[in-house]
């Protein structure tokens, strides 16, 4: 069993459409959980961390996580070609950090 | 990017060859790290340094061989590599304590072993 497990996709929507982005994992000792965007042939870049239960929620971007479900999901509002790229998730206890797979998130004009 | 800057961006080398990668953070963070990630896969983690010491080999080759000479410095020492080491090379760092934190990026080695 992978300790991060997303679905590959790509995930299409229209421009202006809600994108959501699912995770599992599989430690339940995982403290602190983040989203990457990751555009094709760059690094991954953080867009959002969360560490308790519920939703967080910055700009067009809201994480939830739900500890009990194992679950953190990203919901992507007024989806833009611009947040074309792959999603990464992460999962962390302590210094052990597992990264998904990623999802590709396609948004088309 | 320039929180944490990698070098060389591009590398070519042969199976014979011995070369280095750099990577400096700039952000005052504790813990250094080393990915791998090859194309389809996820991001595989290396090596973790963090006060300096390392904490963690993910059963890496003896080919690769990190050394951390100060918080802020964090190489990577390549030898008689294979085919498949071909990948990006990552370099992250994050600052380290009661609970963990954000991991930040380099921009990463695009290595090719010919």
């Known amino acids: 069993q992978k300790e991060v497990e997303q679905n590959s996709g790509p995930l299409s929507v229209p421009e202006g459409a809600i994108a959501s982005l699912n995770c599992t994992y599989s430690?339940?000792?995982?403290?602190?959980f983040f989203w990457y965007r990751q555009y094709s042939g760059k690094s991954p870049e953080l867009i959002m961390s969360?560490?308790?239960?519920g939703d967080k929620e910055d700009g067009r971007f809201t994480a939830q996580l739900n500890k009990a479900s194992q679950y953190v999901s990203l919901l992507i509002r007024d989806s833009q070609p611009s947040d074309s790229a792959t999603y990464l998730c992460?999962?962390?206890?302590?210094?052990?950090?597992?990264f998904g797979s990623g999802t590709k998130l396609n948004v088309k004009p | 990017e320039t929180g944490v800057t990698q070098t060389p961006r591009h590398l070519v080398m042969g199976m014979t060859n011995k070369k280095s990668l750099k990577c400096e953070q700039h952000?005052?963070?504790?813990?250094m790290y080393w990915y791998k990630q090859s194309a389809k896969k996820p991001l595989e983690l290396m090596f973790v340094?963090?006060?300096?010491?390392?904490?963690e080999n993910n059963s890496v080759p003896s080919r690769f061989s990190p050394e951390c000479p100060n918080s802020s410095h964090l190489f990577l020492h390549l030898h008689t590599l294979q085919p498949e080491d071909s990948a990006l090379y990552l370099c992250?760092?994050?600052?380290?304590?009661?609970?963990?934190?954000?991991?930040?990026f380099g921009p990463g080695t695009r290595l090719t072993v010919t």
């Open positions: 952000l005052g963070h504790n813990a």
């Open positions: 969360i560490y308790s239960n």
């Open positions: 992460a999962v962390s206890n302590f210094n052990k950090f597992y």
């Open positions: 430690d339940r000792g995982s403290q602190s």
């Open positions: 340094y963090s006060l300096e010491e390392r904490v």
């Open positions: 992250a760092s994050s600052q380290t304590g009661e609970s963990s934190y954000e991991q930040y």
